[in-house]
Structures are given as C-alpha cells and as structure tokens.
C-alpha cells in the first residue's frame, strides 16, 4: 500500500500540490491559472479524448458491468442534485455542477494513469472502460446540460452553435465516427495529438490546484455532504450493485476502484468556462483529492 501510494499515486498528485504551492505563494494568480485551464479545456483534451475515442475495441469490455455502473451513478447523481438543490439551497447549475463531482470521477486524468503506473497499459481495460463511458456519454452530457442552464435565455440556434462547435464535443464526435466507420487517422496526427494529450491532465491538475490555493479549506456543510456522497455513497453504491451477475473479479475490483477515486476536475472546468461560482465546488475537489489517496492505495 505505502508502494502504491509513493510510486504511483503521489506523483499524479504533485501537479495539483504544486499548483497550490504556486498560487498560495503568489507565483501564479487565478487569471492566469484559468487562461491554464482554458487552454487545456479547449486545445489539450480534444487531443488526448480523440485518439481514445478513436482507437476503442468496445468488443473487449463487459458492457453489463459499465452498464451498472452507469445506473449508480445516475442514481447518485438525482440524490445528490436533490440533496444540493432543496437541502443545502444551492442554486440550480451549482447544485448540478456539484453532483456531477459526485459521479464524474477523475478517471481519465487521475485514476488512469494512476492504474497503468500501476498495472501496466494491457491490465486496465475496466478503467479503460469507465473512461470511454465518461468520456463519450457523461462529459458530453454535461457539456451540453451545463451549457444550455447557463444561457437559458440564450436563442436555440445560439445554443446549437456553441454546443457543435465546442472542440471537446468535436473530438468526441470524431472520433467516435472514425471508431464506427473503421477510418484509419494519419500517424502525424495521431503523433501531434499524443504529444498535446499529454500535457492535458498535468496542466488541468495544476491550474485546478492554484484555484484551490486561494479558496477556504474549512469544510462548509454542502462541501461535507457532497465530499460525503462522492467518497463513501459512490464507492459503496457501485460495490453493491455490482454483485448483481457475474463477472471476472478484477472488473468489480477495478470498478470500485474507479468509484473510490476524487471527484472529477471536469466539473470544477466546466465552472470556471461558464462563470459559475467555485467556492464549493473547489474545496469539494481538494478534499476528495486528500482522502482519497488512502483509499485508493489500499483499494489498489
């Protein structure tokens, strides 16, 4: 476990340490960390989702055990909008944006690269699998959802405009359609996109950590409730659902694992591109960030 936690999970980690260490310092101020975080948004993601999207076998993966964890997590995610919404009286998008942090895990920038570090590239076909699901159908729909509640009063074809021209939808939908119609993408591309791709989760994690830093780490009671729901009810939901049928042991285990992870800088992302307020969505994210570092060392 101390193994995991040192070599594999902690250098993940740093970029967000660092970033905090940067902003509380006064090295980096919030613009800057969101022109970061703009850019990884908008440039560096659609060049590490597209070649993922694009280079899928989905005949490989166990669709029954994605498809429960997909059902927990709309089944959390209508607990914890209610919870944020009626009980903790967030407004409407942050109560959203906050649930989202419950069900939208940091697969693809933290828990998969965690699990190769670990595993090795050929072991982590569940993960694999948690992150095309997210990626395809759970960040496109809240890409779309948050964008729509956020100008409600925008015009429909304004609204359409922004959603098909949004280069991370594009890259979804791409290479998605590359995927399906079996189209071979030329190596230069495939070569540039994994050199950009892999500044995406590095850049994310320190922008996000440099927000943090200037935020209020005491825990209100809507950062408990949610930090509460995303470490111990997902994690618990997703166990307790996938005892229903049957499959290879490491598809559960690795799913747990995925659930066990922090909540998801998408939400916290998507937040700062659209203007909503992140003062609890931030200390959200820091704090599952901390405590999850035991728990996915012991769960790994």
Same mark, same amino acid.
């Given at each position: 476990?101390l193994?995991?936690?040192?070599?594999?999970?902690?250098?993940?980690?740093?970029?967000?340490?660092?970033?905090?260490?940067?902003?509380?310092?006064?090295?980096? $101020?919030?613009?800057?960390?969101?022109?970061?975080?703009?850019? &990884?948004?908008?440039?560096? !993601?659609? +060049?590490?989702?597209?070649?993922?999207?694009?280079?899928?076998?989905?005949?490989?993966?166990?669709?029954?055990?994605?498809?429960?964890?997909? *059902?927990?997590?709309?089944?959390? =995610?209508?607990?914890?909008f209610?919870?944020?919404?009626?009980?903790?009286?967030?407004?409407?998008?942050?109560?959203?944006?906050? /649930?989202? &942090?419950?069900?939208f895990?940091? $697969?693809?920038?933290?828990?998969?690269?965690?699990?190769?570090?670990?595993?090795?590239? /050929?072991?982590?076909?569940?993960?694999?699998?948690?992150?095309?699901?997210?990626t &395809?159908v $759970?960040?496109?729909?809240?890409?779309?959802?948050?964008?729509?509640?956020?100008?409600?009063?925008?015009?429909p *074809?304004?609204?359409?405009?922004?959603?098909?021209?949004?280069?991370?939808?594009?890259?979804?939908?791409?290479?998605?359609?590359?995927?399906?119609?079996?189209?071979?993408?030329?190596?230069?591309?495939?070569?540039?996109?994994?050199? %950009?791709?892999?500044? /995406?989760?590095?850049?994310?994690? =320190? %922008?996000?950590?440099?927000?943090?830093?200037? !935020?209020?780490?005491?825990?209100?009671?809507?950062?408990?409730?949610?930090?509460?729901?995303? @470490?111990?009810? =997902?994690?618990?939901?997703?166990? &307790?659902?996938?005892?229903? *049928?049957?499959r290879?042991?490491?598809?559960?285990a690795?799913?747990v @694992?995925?659930a %066990?992870?922090?909540?998801? +800088?998408?939400a916290?992302?998507?937040?700062?591109?659209?203007?909503?307020?992140?003062? !609890?969505? /931030?200390?959200?994210?820091?704090?599952?960030?901390?405590?999850?570092l035991?728990?996915?060392?012991w769960?790994?």
């Amino acid at each position: 476990m101390l193994h995991v936690l040192t070599q594999d999970i902690l250098p993940v980690f740093s970029m967000l340490a660092l970033g905090f260490l940067l902003g509380r310092t006064g090295k980096v $101020s919030r613009a800057e960390a969101a022109a970061i975080n703009r850019v &990884a948004f908008l440039v560096l !993601q659609p +060049a590490l989702i597209f070649p993922l999207m694009n280079g899928l076998d989905w005949t490989l993966f166990r669709l029954d055990a994605i498809g429960l964890y997909a *059902g927990s997590q709309v089944i959390l =995610f209508a607990v914890a909008f209610l919870v944020g919404h009626v009980l903790l009286r967030r407004d409407v998008i942050e109560a959203w944006l906050l /649930a989202m &942090a419950t069900i939208f895990v940091n $697969s693809l920038l933290y828990i998969w690269p965690i699990s190769a570090l670990i595993y090795g590239d /050929a072991a982590v076909l569940p993960v694999t699998g948690v992150v095309a699901w997210d990626t &395809a159908v $759970s960040f496109s729909f809240f890409i779309v959802t948050t964008d729509l509640l956020v100008n409600r009063g925008s015009a429909p *074809g304004k609204s359409a405009l922004r959603i098909v021209t949004n280069p991370v939808l594009i890259a979804i939908v791409l290479g998605s359609l590359g995927n399906a119609l079996g189209l071979t993408t030329p190596t230069p591309v495939l070569t540039a996109m994994d050199f %950009a791709g892999s500044a /995406a989760a590095p850049l994310t994690l =320190f %922008a996000l950590g440099v927000i943090l830093s200037g !935020q209020t780490l005491t825990p209100t009671p809507t950062v408990s409730a949610i930090s509460a729901l995303k @470490l111990l009810a =997902f994690p618990a939901l997703v166990w &307790a659902v996938l005892h229903l *049928g049957e499959r290879p042991a490491d598809w559960n285990a690795m799913l747990v @694992l995925c659930a %066990a992870g922090p909540s998801g +800088a998408m939400a916290f992302s998507l937040a700062m591109l659209h203007g909503v307020r992140t003062d !609890q969505i /931030a200390p959200v994210i820091i704090w599952t960030s901390a405590l999850s570092l035991i728990t996915l060392a012991w769960l790994a």
